[in-house]
C-alpha cells in the first residue's frame, strides 16, 4: 500500500502537488496552482517561489516532470471536452472525494494542510478511509456505499477523472434495448424481403427470422426472444406498411433514399428541365381520328421560360430531338419564319378582318 510521500508514477499529462519537475533549465517542486497559475519552488534556492501560467510552462522547450511524489493539483486539459456540464460537475465533485481517500487531502486543500483523522493514510488503511468516506457521504444525504466509493476509487486510479463519468448517461440511447445484434439483424433481413413480396402477418416475420439465424449461425446457436418480447421488437423495427397494404410498401421502398433538393441557377441555360404530361383534352390528330396528345415541354431553370414545346400522340425520342433543336435555333433564324408572319400564308380571313376593323 502507497503512504504519502512515496513516488507515484500516474497518468501521462497530469501534474501533481509535490512532483519535481524541470523548467528553464532549473529543478522546481510544485507547490500548488491557482485557477491558470502553477506555484513553484526552486529545489536549490530556498525561499524563491515561481508562479507560472499553465500555458508557459507546457512550452517551455526544458519541461520536463522528473519525479512524482504527491496528490494531483492539475489535471490535464481537454480530457472532459464535449461532455454536458452536469456529467463534468459530478465527476469533479467524485474526484474531490476519492482524491481524498486515496492520499488524505482533498485537490483544493491548501499548501501545508494536514489530513483529517479518519484519512489519515499514515494511520488508517484504505479500507477503513473508503468506508469513513461512505459513512460521511450518507451523512450528508448522498446513497453511497463503501463499495461504490471502492470502485470509484479504483476507477480514478485506472483511467483519471475522465473515467469518474457516469457511463449510462454517456451510453447511446438504443431503441430495441439489449437486444441481440443478431437478432436484429436477421429481423431486418426478413422484414425486407416482405416489400416486394404480398403482405405478411408478424409471426410469418418471427418465422422467418428464426430461419435466417438459423442459416447464418447454425441451429441452435442464438436463440429467439421470448414471444411478447419478439413481437416488441418487431414492432420498433417494423412500420405501419409491413403487414399492411403490399403497393404502398412497393412505393415507399422505390422512394430516392435522400431528400430531394434544389439547384442554383445563375444563367439562363445552365439547367434545363424536360417534362411530359398527358393534356386531358381530345384533339382531331393527322389521321382524322380523335385522340389525346402530350405535350412535352423544355422550361429553363433561371428564367421560368419554356423554350420549346411539342405536341404528338405518344412522346419518343425523336420529340426530345425536336425540342433541342428548338430550343438552340430560335424562330427568327429557323428557315421560313419571315415568310410564315406573312399574312397571306395565314389560314386567318385576314382580308374580312381588315375590312371589319
Do not use: C, N
Request: overall charge positive; hydrophobic content about 40%.
Amino acid at each position: 500500500m502507497l503512504r504519502w510521500g512515496q513516488i507515484r508514477v500516474l497518468q501521462p499529462g497530469v501534474l501533481y502537488r509535490g512532483d519535481r519537475i524541470r523548467y528553464r533549465g532549473g529543478s522546481y517542486t510544485v507547490l500548488g496552482m491557482s485557477g491558470t497559475l502553477v506555484r513553484l519552488a526552486e529545489e536549490f534556492r530556498r525561499g524563491v517561489d515561481l508562479a507560472v501560467h499553465v500555458a508557459d510552462l507546457q512550452a517551455d522547450v526544458d519541461f520536463e516532470i522528473v519525479g512524482r511524489r504527491g496528490r494531483p493539483a492539475l489535471p490535464s486539459s481537454g480530457l472532459m471536452d464535449g461532455l454536458p456540464t452536469h456529467l463534468v460537475e459530478q465527476a469533479r465533485w467524485w474526484e474531490r472525494h476519492v482524491v481524498e481517500v486515496i492520499y488524505g487531502l482533498p485537490p483544493d486543500a491548501p499548501p501545508g494542510a494536514v489530513p483529517r483523522p479518519d484519512y489519515d493514510p499514515l494511520r488508517r488503511s484504505l479500507t477503513q478511509r473508503e468506508k469513513a468516506k461512505a459513512a460521511e457521504l450518507a451523512g450528508a444525504g448522498h446513497r453511497v456505499t463503501a463499495s461504490r466509493v471502492k470502485r470509484q476509487r479504483q476507477r480514478y486510479e485506472a483511467g483519471g477523472l475522465r473515467s469518474l463519468v457516469d457511463r449510462r448517461s454517456t451510453k447511446p440511447v438504443s431503441g430495441t434495448g439489449r437486444a441481440d445484434p443478431r437478432v436484429i439483424d436477421a429481423m431486418r433481413a426478413a422484414i425486407a424481403e416482405t416489400t416486394d413480396s404480398s403482405s405478411r402477418t408478424a409471426g410469418h416475420v418471427l418465422w422467418r427470422t428464426e430461419q435466417i439465424l438459423q442459416e447464418s449461425h447454425g441451429v441452435g446457436v442464438v436463440a429467439m426472444p421470448p414471444r411478447t418480447t419478439a413481437y416488441r421488437l418487431f414492432g420498433k423495427l417494423a412500420d405501419k406498411h409491413t403487414t399492411g397494404s403490399a403497393r404502398t410498401r412497393r412505393s415507399l421502398a422505390g422512394r430516392p433514399a435522400g431528400t430531394f433538393g434544389e439547384l442554383e441557377v445563375d444563367a439562363p441555360g445552365e439547367v434545363v428541365q424536360v417534362d411530359t404530361t398527358p393534356l386531358d383534352v381530345l384533339v382531331l390528330l393527322e389521321d382524322g381520328v380523335v385522340g389525346r396528345v402530350e405535350l412535352t415541354g423544355m422550361i429553363d431553370v433561371a428564367t421560368r421560360t419554356v423554350t420549346a414545346a411539342v405536341l404528338s400522340p405518344t412522346t419518343k425520342a425523336v420529340d426530345a430531338s425536336v425540342l433541342l433543336a428548338r430550343t438552340v435555333t430560335p424562330e427568327p433564324m429557323r428557315p421560313g419564319w419571315i415568310e410564315a408572319l406573312q399574312m397571306a400564308r395565314s389560314v386567318l380571313p385576314h382580308r374580312r378582318l381588315l375590312d371589319i376593323d
